[in-house]
């Protein structure tokens, strides 16, 4: 089972920002946490991250390719207006996740609306890194469930 989880913008810059918000874990601990439930799981997980709309979409693209089964994706703040990444995700004909570190409903205002989760399988909000885990579990067993 190969899947792909994509972060976007300041993602990186976990541990850094917002530390109240978004956690004191750093990007690398993320990606060692992933790697780890990867190998628990006995799936292929690429990571892949960027601050560049394009690069996202080029990535999304990509996986329509290479194979990809599932889709975890935490697109940050494109998520509230980036039509291009949501066509792109609407284009790929696989389990897609869309997940968010804080529950983006108690926040502002403009954080409220997705327009990438509409096109998604599903959304996980607020339960901070763990989010990524449940969006790993849910598309296994959205495929498990296929075969």
């Known amino acids: 089972m190969k899947l792909l989880v994509i972060n976007g913008p300041n993602i990186n810059f976990l541990g850094i920002r917002e ?3 978004y956690g004191k874990e750093n990007f ?3 990606l060692n946490l992933l790697k780890e439930k990867a190998q628990k799981e006995a799936v292929f997980i690429n990571t892949y991250q960027s601050n560049c709309e ?3 979409i080029n990535r999304i ?3 329509y390719f290479d194979g ?3 889709i975890i994706i935490n697109p940050g703040a494109y998520t509230h207006y980036s039509y291009a990444i949501r066509d792109a995700l609407a284009s790929i004909e696989v389990p897609k996740i869309e997940v968010h570190i804080s ?3 108690k926040r502002e205002e403009f954080r409220h609306v997705s327009v990438t989760a509409p096109v998604c399988t599903g959304q996980i909000v607020g339960l901070g890194l763990q989010g990524y885990i449940l969006a790993i579990d849910a598309i296994i067993k959205i495929l ?3 075969q």
Do not use: M, S
Request: charged fraction near 40%.
């Open 103 to 105: 529950n983006v409903h």
């Open 19 to 21: 530390k109240e918000v």
């Open 61 to 63: 693209q990509e996986a």
């Open 28 to 30: 690398e601990y993320l």
């Open 144 to 146: 498990n469930d296929k």
């Open 54 to 56: 394009g690069d996202i």
């Open 68 to 70: 990809t089964e599932g």
